[in-house]
């Protein structure tokens, strides 16, 4: 038979999988100018979000571009319309490799907190182990590990975050004992945007034999991030912030020589080396040898190949590049609240702690007045509740303009006069 009539055929059958057939429908996304080329006013035409606001909560969710759209779109409607609804393994591939990673130690899972899940159920962990995380967790991070403390008696050390890297890693150190076994904490925090030196941590710990397991929500689509560089154990994150991917969409880096460790509890379809369960016969075979083992049954076609089409994004506008204005707007928003009287800047000042959010706080003023006080002025902060901060975040991402930044800054001004 030759070849096309025997693919068609194992097609028709159900042989060849879904996962092979999910891949072909990638398109590469089009633009009509070289992305690298383009101005930044120009890149802000690529995405849908309304003109009539502004828009500076990143931190919480990241608009899309319109090819990370269409892209999904097409999927969604490919997926309807052939009823192959795929499984795209190659897509994974691109994923990895973005994220300076392998293959073999990616699962993709629908947002941060199931990352964080995994491996706070994951971790060997006996009633008494300490477990050093932060004061300023998103609930995404707090309630996993809270959860684990509560059924298993696991302890939690906890410490605030400080304003430099070389205080925090003291903080940290500081923590530490003989019952020490993991370090949980952001990468970026979800409060002030402080940025922990998970490298230097990792080292510390590894040298120790503690486990690292990072909360990345804020890392990937900030900076220009590298998980194996940084040496940790565990980083879960996601792409429906600052990677401008699609809602519901994460993945969970586990080290390939940790797969073993981080046991996996919630299985199904790819998870699985074969199984038997007939009347003689129970038996599940092994995990696969990958991080495919945490992720499982039917996933979203759409979704994935959207993610491969932020990544897309991403790296054809220039990783550096992202980098670097990421930076900039976030140093333009910092020194023009700081000229600012009468409000207390909660964001570490030091410019390596600090990447694409300033959180801040107007004595006398409660936050959710302030972003009522906003909204009518139709610019969208995040109010930081957690640890009782009573602050404002503000996220700025590619997309938004100094102009912008300067509206917000009139308002805050108007308010404190
Ligand atoms: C630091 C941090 N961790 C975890 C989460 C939860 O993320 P997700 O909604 O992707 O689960 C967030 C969300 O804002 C966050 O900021």
Redesign the pocket.
Known sequence: MDKRRDFLQKLSFGLITPALFGTSIWKEPKFEKDLGEMSWEEIRKLFPLEKNRIYLNN??FGPSPKSVLDTIQDSFQHTNSTGEYGNPSSGRERIAAFLGIKKSELCLT???????NIMAWGLPLKKGDEVIITSH?????AIPWLNRAKLDGIVLKVFKPSDTRNKNFELIKSLVTSRTKAIAI?????TTGTVFPIREIADFARERGIFTAI????GAGTLKLNISELGCDFY???F??WMLGPNGS?FLYVKEDLLDTLQVYQVGAYSEKGWELSESKANLKGYVETAHRYDFGTQSTPLHLGIVAAVDFHEKIGREKIELRVRELNDYLFNGLKELKGIEILTPEERESRISVVAFRIPGLDYQEIAKKLSKKKIRIRGVHEAGLNAIRVSTHIYNSKSEIDTLLGEIKTMLS
Do not use: M, Y
């Open positions: 931190g919480t629908h947002n941060t907190t199931e990352g964080i967790e998103h609930a995404g991070s952001p990468h970026i925090t979800c909360d990345g929500a804020h879960a994150g996601c429906h912030k994460g």
